[in-house]
Structure formats: C-alpha cells, structure tokens
C-alpha cells in the first residue's frame, strides 16, 4: 500500500531534520512534488533556499540528497537523520556525473 502523501511528508520531515521545511503537493499529472525549504538560509531575492524534485520515490531522494549536500556545505554542525544516507547520496552523485 502506498503511504498518504501525509505520512510521506512527516517521514520526510522527520529525516530532513530541525532545519528543513518539508512540503509534498501535487503536480498536474498527480505525481508528489517533493519541496524542502531550508529555515535559516536564503536564495534569490528574500526566498528561503530549496530543492524542488517531482516524481515517486526518486524524487524523493533526488531532494533529500541535495538537501543532505546543504546541510553538509551550509551546516556542518547541524544533526539530522537523513545525514546517515550521505555515502549513499554520494555515490548517485558520482554516478550521475560518469553517465553525463
């Protein structure tokens, strides 16, 4: 069974830590628009820094993997969960960049 888009984004939330904003919505095509938002840090203009991925479970990780590469870079000393999965986010990381 596959979970509500609400459990989804408590896990996530969870995972992401203190520090992150977790949203999940719903694009045209009803697949999850995964969004976390950082608490602390700011982008463009006064917009808070983000990752925005659609699609399953891939983009689920997609996002979680460039929010652990911000926590890394921009909070070194922050705890969250989702830092465990940082050798595996790593390794996508790599393989993406060999198939480029």
Not at 27 to 35: G, L, S
Not at 48 to 64: H, L, Q
Request: charged share 25%; hydrophobic share 40%.
């Amino acid at each position: 069974m596959t979970a509500s888009r609400t459990a989804r984004e408590k896990k996530a939330g969870l995972q992401a830590g203190p520090l992150a904003r977790v949203k999940i919505d719903l694009d045209q095509d009803q697949q999850f628009v995964y969004k976390i938002a950082c608490t602390q840090c700011v982008s463009a203009g006064d917009r808070p820094w983000s990752v925005y991925r659609t699609g399953g479970d891939n983009g689920f990780m997609a996002a979680m993997d460039r929010w652990i590469f911000h926590l890394v870079e921009k909070h070194p000393d922050a705890e969250a969960p989702c830092l465990a999965f940082l050798p595996e986010a790593q390794q996508r990381l790599h393989e993406r960049r060999e198939q480029a």
